[in-house]
């Protein structure tokens, strides 16, 4: 029987209506999970898997095999955490799903990444809009086995608490920020442009479209740029952000970004599809097919 995620209230963002969930810390309901809940997961694992190999970055499968993840069962999270503990001080806690952003962040910066217990149903096998455990456990927590990077997410939970006492524009740039590196960060490699971002790494058209489109523009890493980026949850991005490496990332958010709120203040946001003059162009993009249409 599948045990039904227990939804709080429906909150209207700057995204649209999203459910927000009670932030409640719970314990994964492994016993719960259904044959249906481990087969949704055997098919976006081995399909991703197949999808991911010279799409992903090495650091994301390396990990996974790291883990010892495999598509026969959902992972339980004691034992990633048995692994993840030792390697880089993190802990995955379960939770009900999207938290609210202050309490999101203040996990983040005491090293707790936040899991959805819950895995989607069979019909929303290619697109969900919410973050569920496959998305975060096949997505996300991987990248936190890599030190750069765990030290990175652990700045960005601290810049958010930060940033949520500064006010909402702040707000509005960090989350950006987190879009396109954390959720949608594309990162040069020796053998091409690879994917970081876990919400390309756990869906399979993005995964294809934002490697192989002529559609999305692809371009170099600059922190400020992408603070004041605007962007859609509901396509396909218009534009990925490329980093050299994880520690160009981590360097970027050593400063105090105050004085970058206030320089940003007076700046205004960009398309999510535009081009600007300073940007560093891997390639422009076409621009068409932008909308999701389900998964190619
Ligand atoms: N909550 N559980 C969960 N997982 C997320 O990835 C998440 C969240 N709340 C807010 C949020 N992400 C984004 O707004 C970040 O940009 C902060
Ligand atoms: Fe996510």
Request: with cysteine; aromatic share 12%; glycine share 8%.
């Amino acid at each position: 029987m599948n045990a039904e995620p227990r939804r709080v209230e429906h909150q209207q963002t700057d995204k649209g209506t999203v459910p927000v969930y009670t932030t409640a810390v719970v314990e994964q309901p492994w016993a719960s999970y259904s044959r249906e809940d481990h087969a949704t997961w055997a098919i976006l694992f081995k399909r991703q898997q197949e999808i991911l190999l010279q799409r992903a970055c090495r650091e994301c499968l390396d990990n996974q095999r790291e883990f010892g993840m495999t598509p026969e069962a959902i992972p339980k999270f004691d034992d990633l955490n048995r692994v993840l503990k030792k390697a880089t001080g993190w802990v995955l806690i379960g939770v009900e799903g999207l938290l609210p952003e202050l309490t999101f962040f203040d996990h983040l910066a005491n090293r707790r990444f936040p899991v959805t217990w819950w895995i989607r149903k069979p019909e929303q096998i290619d697109y969900i809009a919410e973050p569920d455990l496959f998305h975060d456990l096949f997505g996300h927590v991987p990248l936190l086995l890599n030190p750069v990077f765990a030290d990175y997410m652990e700045a960005y939970g601290k810049g958010g608490v930060k940033a949520h006492g500064i006010g909402a524009e702040a707000l509005v740039n960090l989350t950006r920020l987190y879009w396109y590196t954390v959720e949608f960060g594309l990162i040069k490699q020796n053998d091409g442009l690879r994917i970081y971002g876990s919400g390309i790494v756990s869906s399979k058209g993005e995964s294809i479209h934002c490697l192989e489109s002529p559609a999305p523009n692809r371009i170099g890493f600059d922190m400020q740029r992408i603070m004041r980026t605007r962007y859609r949850i509901d396509t396909y991005q218009k534009t990925y952000f490329v980093i050299d490496s994880f520690e160009q990332l981590m360097d970027a958010t050593r400063p105090d970004f105050t004085p970058i709120y206030v320089q940003l203040a007076q700046q205004e946001s960009v398309p999510a599809g535009n081009i600007l003059q300073s940007d560093i162009v891997y390639n422009r993009g076409t621009g068409e097919g932008w909308a999701a249409d389900g998964d190619v």
